[in-house]
């Protein structure tokens, strides 16, 4: 329902936000208590799942480096199939790149998973901050492209919605390659914290058995709610 709701805004057809008076507050609410605590369940899931994984490769015999890379890189290619000859929207690309960084810290202790997930929080709140030390491109931030949404918005209707199959794959493979960039970017900055804290929890045993865990996983959730909470107030333009 997100997903039909997000795709069917007039916003994508170049016109003002069309929700009324409490549009943006519903917005808010859709983005933050929806969409935005989806995306966190399956990117920690992610890395519950690499967890798992590592134990039944184990389990067989195997080397799980070479299993996981495998696995990563098949991931990679089907998401850049999806992107180039479907929807360039797709998030598997990202994730198998995410799921990379995850490799060296499957086998670590808990506290160093824990400090790795809060290192990688904060660079992802201060990207922003971070990329502008290092002189990045500004092609690399998405703020560059949302100045030119409505000249985006054009072309994309024109391409999707008059051109050829050819002309709307051109348009959907350039818009991949260079906006892609910047979304790729964000994606997978802000998803590696995620990807850690499931790491972390598998590992811990929170997950393993969480039937036997709920006054652990309730203090969890009500220490981390408020905090998530507050940073979600916070403007995008701050960060």
Same mark, same amino acid.
């Given at each position: 329902?997100?997903?039909?709701?997000? !795709?069917?805004?007039?916003?994508?057809?170049?016109?003002?936000?069309?929700?009324?008076?409490?549009?943006?507050?519903?917005?808010?609410?859709?983005?933050?208590?929806?969409?935005?605590?989806?995306?966190?369940?399956?990117?920690?899931?992610?890395?519950?799942?690499?967890?798992?994984?590592?134990?039944?490769?184990?389990?067989?015999?195997?080397?799980?480096?070479?299993?996981? !890379?495998?696995?990563?890189?098949?991931?990679?290619?089907?998401?850049?199939?999806?992107?180039?000859?479907?929807?360039?929207?797709?998030?598997?690309?990202?994730?198998?790149?995410?799921?990379? /960084?995850?490799?060296?810290?499957?086998?670590?202790?808990?506290?160093?998973?824990?400090?790795?997930?809060?290192?990688?929080?904060?660079?992802?709140? /201060?990207?922003?901050?971070?990329?502008?030390?290092?002189?990045?491109?500004?092609?690399?931030?998405?703020?560059?492209?949302?100045?030119?949404?409505?000249?985006?918005?054009?072309?994309?209707?024109?391409?999707?919605?008059?051109?050829?199959?050819?002309?709307?794959?051109?348009?959907?493979?350039?818009?991949?390659?260079?906006?892609?960039?910047?979304?790729?970017?964000?994606?997978? /900055?802000?998803?590696? =914290?995620?990807?850690?804290?499931?790491?972390?929890?598998?590992?811990?045993?929170?997950?393993?058995? =969480?039937?036997?865990?709920? =006054?652990?996983?309730?203090?969890?959730?009500?220490?981390?709610?408020?905090?998530?909470?507050? /940073?979600? !107030?916070?403007?995008?333009?701050?960060?």
């Amino acid at each position: 329902m997100t997903g039909v709701q997000t !795709c069917a805004l007039p916003i994508w057809a170049g016109t003002t936000y069309p929700l009324g008076w409490g549009g943006f507050v519903l917005t808010w609410i859709r983005d933050h208590f929806i969409e935005g605590r989806a995306i966190a369940c399956f990117s920690m899931l992610f890395g519950v799942g690499l967890c798992i994984q590592m134990e039944r490769t184990q389990a067989r015999g195997q080397a799980f480096g070479r299993f996981a !890379c495998r696995r990563l890189g098949a991931l990679a290619l089907l998401g850049i199939a999806h992107a180039t000859l479907i929807w360039n929207g797709d998030i598997l690309l990202e994730y198998a790149v995410t799921g990379l /960084f995850l490799l060296p810290l499957v086998r670590a202790r808990v506290r160093i998973i824990v400090i790795a997930a809060g290192l990688a929080f904060l660079v992802d709140v /201060f990207l922003k901050v971070i990329l502008g030390w290092l002189h990045t491109p500004d092609w690399l931030f998405f703020a560059h492209w949302k100045k030119q949404a409505l000249w985006l918005l054009q072309s994309a209707n024109q391409a999707y919605g008059h051109g050829t199959w050819s002309e709307a794959a051109r348009w959907r493979i350039w818009e991949w390659n260079h906006l892609g960039r910047a979304i790729n970017l964000i994606t997978i /900055f802000g998803c590696l =914290p995620l990807f850690l804290v499931g790491l972390a929890l598998w590992r811990e045993g929170i997950l393993v058995d =969480p039937a036997k865990r709920i =006054p652990t996983i309730r203090r969890i959730f009500h220490s981390v709610f408020w905090v998530g909470l507050v /940073f979600a !107030c916070i403007p995008d333009s701050w960060l």
